[in-house]
């Protein structure tokens, strides 16, 4: 059942974050967030909601490009209330569906809706995965260590599931399907014909979602500077990618725990103290807590909140 899958993904990140303080020193962990002053804090916050906002406008993008219009103001909403959905659903995947149900309530068009936020997570994976590989580059010794194969195993895992997607419902014959299933892979396949006919509008997005994430990683960078870790530029916009993408495995509570081991294992190779970086990720933990919360604030703010809410019910937090 659900909620047995949503208590073993919890225990799998209380399992790990206990085993993560008994073996880590807990007060140079300790020291190291604490040392964190209250400008850095905030600034990072700032940072991070502001590349939601142009996340916000990213989906809002694509989905015009589906044939989906909604408002700058809908669009900033339905984000917010995914954004503050992650903190109650097993996965930040959860929040995009939160997302698409806030958009799909007001204007129908459940498949086009699903393919544009689709898109938009690609988009995100995708330019994750470049991030990466561009900075492994700049990385003299990453060929030596077990890192580089993860990334190559990522990139085409991701890749071959897209395509195989894509052409499944581009080219699959229809017909051979139950109606009800014909009758939704039909729709997907007009949607999927609407962004492939906006070609600019994809290349857009792809490039504001590699900002995007680029600036998430810079943050970090603020973070752990503030923490007096000493590691290079291109180790980190290596490393918080691809823990990133592997925190996606849905095994825990959000990525919690698995984000910590394996940023701490890919930055342990080059000299960096995992006491250090699982402090740093825990940093970063508190700040899509705290971002989370003010996406609610926000959600509930904004035009169109309580027209939806009976709509809503058993959607989020309970």
């Known amino acids: 059942s659900k909620r047995y899958k949503l208590f073993v993904r919890a225990g799998v990140s209380i399992g790990i974050l206990v085993a993560l303080l008994w073996w880590l020193p807990t007060d140079v962990l300790l020291n190291a967030i604490a040392t964190v002053p209250w400008p850095v804090w905030t600034m990072v916050v700032a940072g991070f909601l502001l590349g939601h906002l142009f996340s916000s406008l990213k989906w809002r993008l694509l989905l015009t490009a589906v044939g ?43 498949e086009s809706v699903a393919l544009g936020s689709l898109a ?28 580089g194969k993860i990334l190559v195993g990522a990139a085409l895992l991701l890749l071959s599931a897209v395509l195989a997607i894509f052409a ?12 009800k299933i014909e009758h939704f892979v039909l729709r997907i396949r007009d949607a999927q014909n609407s ?3 906006s070609p600019g509008i994809a290349v857009i997005a792809f ?28 180790l980190w916009f290596f490393a918080w990618p691809m823990a990133k993408l592997i925190a996606l495995a849905p095994v825990s509570l ?22 250090l970086v699982v402090a740093q990720s825990l940093s970063w933990q508190v700040v899509l807590v705290g971002s989370g919360l003010f996406a609610g604030l926000v959600a509930t703010v904004l035009p169109g909140y309580k027209r939806g809410m009976g709509k809503m019910k058993g959607v989020g937090c309970d």
């Open 254 to 275: 959000g990525g919690i725990g698995v984000r910590e081991v394996a940023l701490a294992g890919l930055m342990a190779p080059f000299g960096i103290n995992p006491a």
């Open 120 to 147: 938009d997570r690609i988009n995100d994976s995708f330019a994750l995965v470049l991030l990466a590989a561009l900075a492994g580059m700049l990385i003299p010794d990453l060929a030596e260590i077990a890192a």
């Open 68 to 110: 989906v219009k909604i408002s700058v103001a809908e669009a900033i909403r339905a984000h917010a209330a995914g954004l503050f959905a992650n903190l109650c659903l097993p996965s930040v995947v959860g929040g995009d569906v939160v997302r698409a149900a806030v958009v799909i309530r007001d204007h129908k068009r459940i």
């Open 168 to 179: 499944f419902v581009r080219w699959f014959p229809a017909a051979r399907l139950p109606h």
């Open 207 to 234: 490039l504001m979602s590699f900002s995007i994430q680029g600036g998430f990683v810079l943050l970090n960078v603020i973070l752990a500077n503030a923490m007096g870790i000493a590691a290079s530029l291109s």
């Open 195 to 197: 962004l492939i006919g």
